[in-house]
């Protein structure tokens, strides 16, 4: 059933009617874009994905949902469905008016899809978050009561003498006629409707009527309308604030449907539904808040019993059985042994059939998710109606298309959520000529590898077989080429770059020009030979210096390590003579100190205690990158981007 602001407001005790008889409730929306900036990373947390997505959320329009109640049908035994597809369109009156962002990819897939924009814009409802209503619900309220009280009196200034003038002698000739019951005065700007108004009050307060309308064509223009009695003025004034209160509950529109699925606390089900559902709540609840904990608080609170069927289809015993979870293939797949798909009829007018085929009409989306959910459920229990034990394992988690093959399928909405080991993954930089089949080359000795390019000259990297992790790291540590970083440490040193570049560029753009360069000398970081400025809480990942400071990598625990390649600077005759006074000089060959060999059981001994000492060095600087990665007040600001299908 299609409904507009046409027929919202007769069609809301429908909808009201079917979520409260269904068992459950399956919604899918329709949005102007999916992504905006940065991409999601396939190696982020439940957390930074988030994140991620929170500011595409707010930006974005929802244009469409579909709900469908699917009830229990006694009698025959099986489900019906009831199906809604809301168009929905912000107003910017009485509520405030909408800025929203556009993707013109996700527009293009829309319009090939048969979506009507015009209907959209013209007949879609209004809808406002919870703070916006209670705030324009009080002003409406005070500004009511304002009606009875005097107003000061506005002096009419000289160039608009005139035309009030004009519109008064109109109105007169309107009451001395007594032919019409009303009159409309067109043309005026909102300072000339005041002082009219302020006029009709002062010269015709007992005679007639003033009020403001906007027409079909959207221009205001003010009624003037026939007192007949005393009683006459006061059921004009009632009707007036009437008018007013309608207009607000039409401004607040699709968000009473929001807040009746949400009260409900029904199974809400849909596919692949992690923006269905931040979209939901930010544009029909709140907004979005940036704390991930008060988010999943939030989330779970509003909609209690969540359930993705992507999620669903991604474990056993669904896992292996189905090729693909986008929408349209797992409708296929479950429609084929050892599946079947179940009986869902619905009432003309009310439903979808299956030969319907309204691919991407949110309120078929909708229906199809539904169908899908029945199929797997009849797989795993007996019978046809929907039992609470079959679907709690699946209950409030989203599901993470970008992160689930690495081990961060989901969303933990009611319990804490997957935290999979990083030590796999590295931060890589290479030659800028380097493609794709050189990093293969690289790694070829490691097994298959995982790469996510950042830029033409940094990628990560994540290898299938996590147990040559340590092994990689060492055989890469005097690679001249390429260098090779730790997962954790990239994020903390990534974060802390930011901020740094922040700090630099407040108090560098500023102050620099004016200060002499031994002010600049005292207050500007040191630097390393190559320019990179150097801090003592973190170290640098490489220097490339040539001279006093040997080169230095990172090995696999963090640690910093001379290489060994490059000998380390030869020091002046004069000091070595200093240097070698009072004390035996062991044999040199070749320039190097000849080291007297040790015991299997010492070199043992000692790679034992250097292991340890690197474990403890490796986690004070995990602990430090974590601090600087969580005290950073940078958010991500790019939203989810999918492919243009069912997904």
Same mark, same amino acid.
């Given at each position: 059933?299609?409904?507009?602001?046409?027929?919202?407001?007769?069609?809301?005790?429908?909808?009201?009617?079917?979520?409260?008889?269904?068992?459950?409730?399956?919604?899918?929306?329709?949005?102007?874009?999916?992504?905006?900036?940065?991409?999601?990373?396939?190696?982020?947390?439940?957390?930074?994905?988030?994140?991620?997505?929170?500011?595409?959320?707010?930006?974005?329009?929802?244009?469409?949902?579909?709900?469908?109640?699917?009830?229990?049908?006694?009698?025959?035994?099986?489900?019906?469905?009831?199906?809604?597809?809301?168009?929905?369109?912000?107003?910017?009156?009485?509520?405030?008016?909408?800025?929203?962002?556009?993707?013109?990819?996700?527009?293009?897939?829309?319009?090939?899809?048969?979506?009507?924009? &015009? $209907?959209?814009?013209?007949?879609?409802? =209004?809808?406002? @978050?919870?703070?916006?209503?209670? #705030?324009?619900?009080? %002003? !409406?309220?005070?500004?009511?009561?304002?009606?009875?009280?005097?107003?000061?009196?506005?002096?009419?200034?000289?160039?608009?003498?005139?035309?009030?003038?004009?519109?008064?002698?109109?109105?007169?000739?309107?009451?001395?006629?007594?032919?019409?019951?009303?009159?409309?005065?067109?043309?005026?700007?909102?300072?000339?409707?005041?002082?009219?108004?302020?006029?009709?009050?002062?010269?015709?307060?007992?005679?007639?009527?003033?009020?403001?309308?906007?027409?079909? &064509? $959207?221009?205001?223009?003010?009624?003037? =309308?026939?007192? @007949?009695?005393?009683?006459?003025? #006061?059921?004009?004034? %009632? !009707?007036?604030?009437?008018?007013?209160?309608?207009?607000?509950?039409?401004?607040?529109?699709?968000?009473?449907?929001?807040?009746?699925?949400?009260?409900?606390?029904?199974?809400?089900?849909?596919?692949?539904?992690?923006?269905?559902?931040?979209?939901?709540?930010?544009?029909?609840?709140?907004?979005?808040?940036?704390?991930?904990?008060?988010?999943?608080?939030?989330?779970?609170?509003?909609?209690?019993?969540?359930?993705?069927?992507?999620?669903?289809?991604?474990?056993?015993?669904?896992?292996?059985?189905?090729? =693909?979870?986008?929408?349209p293939h797992l409708l296929l797949t479950l429609s084929e042994p050892p599946f079947s798909l179940p009986v869902a009829d619905c009432v003309d007018g009310r439903g979808y059939k299956q030969k319907d085929e309204k691919a991407h009409e949110a309120g078929y989306d909708a229906y199809i998710t539904g169908l899908c959910f029945l199929a797997m459920h009849a797989h795993l229990a007996r019978g046809s109606r929907v039992a609470d034990a079959a679907v709690r394992p699946y209950l409030n988690k989203l599901y993470?298309?970008?992160?689930?093959?690495?081990?961060?399928?989901?969303?933990?909405?009611?319990?804490?959520?997957?935290?999979?080991?990083?030590?796999?993954?590295?931060?890589?930089?290479?030659?800028?000529?380097?493609?794709?089949?050189?990093?293969?080359?690289?790694?070829?000795?490691?097994?298959?590898?995982?790469?996510?390019?950042?830029?033409?000259?940094?990628?990560?990297?994540?290898?299938?077989?996590?147990?040559?992790?340590?092994?990689?790291?060492?055989?890469?540590?005097?690679?001249?080429?390429?260098?090779?970083?730790?997962?954790?440490?990239?994020?903390?040193?990534?974060?802390?770059?930011?901020?740094?570049?922040?700090?630099?560029?407040?108090?560098?753009?500023?102050?620099?020009?004016?200060?002499?360069?031994?002010?600049?000398?005292?207050?500007?970081?040191?630097?390393?030979?190559?320019?990179?400025?150097?801090?003592p809480e973190v170290k640098r990942p490489r220097s490339n210096s040539s001279g006093a400071v040997p080169t230095r990598k990172r090995t696999s625990s963090g640690v910093f390590q001379v290489e060994e390649s490059e000998p380390p600077p030869k020091r002046t005759e004069a000091a070595r003579s200093r240097s070698e006074e009072g004390r035996k000089t062991p044999e040199e060959v070749n320039g190097r100190k000849e080291v007297p060999a040790k015991s299997e059981k010492e070199v043992a001994k000692r790679e034992?205690?250097?292991?340890?000492?690197?474990?403890?060095?490796?986690?004070?600087?995990?602990?430090?990158?974590?601090?600087?990665?969580?005290?950073?007040?940078?958010?991500?600001?790019?939203?989810?981007?999918?492919?243009?299908?069912?997904?």
């Amino acid at each position: 059933m299609e409904i507009t602001r046409k027929n919202f407001k007769e069609s809301l005790p429908l909808v009201e009617d079917s979520i409260n008889k269904a068992d459950f409730l399956v919604i899918d929306t329709e949005f102007t874009g999916l992504s905006k900036g940065r991409d999601v990373s396939i190696f982020d947390t439940p957390q930074e994905y988030y994140l991620t997505l929170l500011n595409g959320s707010s930006e974005f329009l929802l244009i469409q949902f579909g709900l469908c109640a699917f009830v229990w049908d006694e009698d025959k035994q099986h489900y019906m469905n009831e199906a809604y597809n809301f168009y929905l369109f912000p107003r910017g009156r009485p509520g405030p008016e909408k800025i929203f962002l556009c993707q013109s990819s996700s527009l293009d897939f829309l319009a090939a899809q048969g979506f009507d924009f &015009n $209907k959209l814009i013209r007949e879609g409802i =209004s809808y406002m @978050t919870e703070p916006m209503e209670t #705030k324009l619900r009080e %002003n !409406l309220t005070e500004r009511q009561k304002s009606y009875s009280v005097e107003k000061d009196v506005i002096t009419i200034p000289e160039e608009n003498k005139s035309q009030i003038d004009t519109i008064c002698q109109n109105i007169r000739k309107f009451i001395d006629k007594k032919e019409e019951d009303s009159m409309e005065i067109d043309r005026c700007n909102a300072f000339i409707r005041r002082l009219v108004f302020q006029e009709v009050r002062l010269r015709f307060k007992d005679e007639v009527f003033v009020e403001s309308i906007v027409l079909e &064509n $959207k221009n205001r223009v003010l009624k003037v =309308s026939r007192i @007949t009695s005393s009683a006459d003025v #006061k059921d004009k004034d %009632n !009707l007036k604030k009437e008018k007013e209160w309608e207009e607000f509950e039409e401004a607040v529109g699709f968000s009473k449907v929001a807040r009746m699925i949400s009260q409900s606390e029904k199974l809400v089900i849909g596919h692949n539904m992690v923006l269905d559902v931040l979209h939901t709540l930010n544009h029909f609840f709140q907004p979005l808040p940036s704390d991930y904990p008060t988010f999943k608080e939030f989330a779970h609170c509003m909609f209690p019993r969540l359930l993705d069927t992507k999620y669903m289809s991604s474990l056993p015993p669904f896992k292996d059985k189905v090729n =693909s979870s986008v929408l349209p293939h797992l409708l296929l797949t479950l429609s084929e042994p050892p599946f079947s798909l179940p009986v869902a009829d619905c009432v003309d007018g009310r439903g979808y059939k299956q030969k319907d085929e309204k691919a991407h009409e949110a309120g078929y989306d909708a229906y199809i998710t539904g169908l899908c959910f029945l199929a797997m459920h009849a797989h795993l229990a007996r019978g046809s109606r929907v039992a609470d034990a079959a679907v709690r394992p699946y209950l409030n988690k989203l599901y993470l298309a970008r992160t689930a093959h690495q081990d961060s399928p989901y969303i933990n909405l009611a319990g804490p959520d997957p935290s999979p080991s990083r030590d796999h993954v590295f931060h890589l930089t290479f030659p800028k000529e380097w493609q794709r089949n050189d990093l293969n080359q690289l790694f070829s000795a490691y097994g298959q590898i995982t790469v996510q390019f950042l830029d033409d000259t940094s990628a990560l990297v994540a290898l299938s077989r996590r147990d040559l992790a340590k092994s990689v790291a060492r055989a890469f540590a005097h690679n001249k080429r390429v260098q090779l970083q730790p997962y954790y440490i990239y994020k903390g040193h990534n974060k802390m770059a930011s901020q740094e570049r922040r700090e630099d560029s407040w108090v560098g753009r500023d102050k620099l020009v004016s200060r002499t360069p031994e002010q600049v000398a005292r207050t500007t970081p040191a630097k390393s030979t190559n320019g990179t400025p150097t801090t003592p809480e973190v170290k640098r990942p490489r220097s490339n210096s040539s001279g006093a400071v040997p080169t230095r990598k990172r090995t696999s625990s963090g640690v910093f390590q001379v290489e060994e390649s490059e000998p380390p600077p030869k020091r002046t005759e004069a000091a070595r003579s200093r240097s070698e006074e009072g004390r035996k000089t062991p044999e040199e060959v070749n320039g190097r100190k000849e080291v007297p060999a040790k015991s299997e059981k010492e070199v043992a001994k000692r790679e034992k205690k250097i292991s340890k000492s690197e474990m403890e060095i490796a986690k004070s600087i995990e602990k430090k990158a974590i601090e600087v990665f969580e005290a950073s007040n940078t958010q991500c600001v790019a939203a989810f981007q999918e492919s243009d299908s069912w997904d």
